[in-house]
């Protein structure tokens, strides 16, 4: 139950960002929060990072669809798996995905107003949805990396095996010789 309510305000609170901006900001509209490095725009990205799939006619709809799988795989995984850390990095990552699904479905695009420039070039704008994904896997990927009893745990029945209990050989039959 927490863990629904986790993502329910993350993704809440990325609707709610980007409706603020959306009611606020024309396209055309820059707000400068640090000269020459910060600014908060409104962009509709009807791709995926960096644009990815956006002069596709159909790249809305696999973006879509497959985060949508992705979705209900990650929920299935939270409500069966028993580790804590890998249910709230989990969570982080579906209520960003669920934050850029809404906008797909509901505008055809994903809105982004985080813009940072570095010199002369400017990073991809991105959101918070984004940033929860991002953030979520980088977590997911430490966890992985450190704590190798959680892969021990897949599929997700909720019992785990124990990785460093080696399976005993099975006896040798006595070999008879008459």
């Known amino acids: 139950m927490v863990w629904a309510i986790i993502i329910i305000l993350l993704s809440a609170a990325d609707q709610l960002l980007k409706l603020v901006i959306k009611m606020n900001l024309s396209s ?23 644009s990815f799939l956006a002069d596709k ?13 992705i979705t209900i795989v990650i929920l299935f995984i939270i409500f069966k798996n028993k580790n804590i850390k890998l ?9 960003g995905s ?3 699904l809404i906008d797909r479905i509901r505008d055809g695009g994903v809105t982004d107003y985080l813009d940072f420039h570095f010199g002369s070039y400017i990073f991809p704008t991105f959101n918070l949805a984004d940033m929860l994904v991002v953030c979520g ?23 785990s095996a124990k990785p460093d209990q080696k399976k005993e050989d099975p006896p040798h039959a006595a070999n008879h010789s008459d």
């Open 28 to 50: 055309t509209d820059k707000l400068t929060v640090i000269d020459r490095f910060f600014y908060i725009i409104n962009r509709k990205n009807p791709g995926a990072a960096w």
């Open 57 to 69: 006619p159909w790249g809305l709809y696999a973006l879509a669809g497959t985060s949508s799988v």
């Open 87 to 95: 249910k709230a990095f989990l969570s982080i990552i579906c209520a």
């Open 98 to 100: 669920i934050g850029n």
């Open 137 to 159: 896997t980088i977590l997911l990927c430490l966890l992985l990396l450190l704590d190798h009893s959680i892969l021990s745990s897949f599929p997700p029945t909720g019992k």
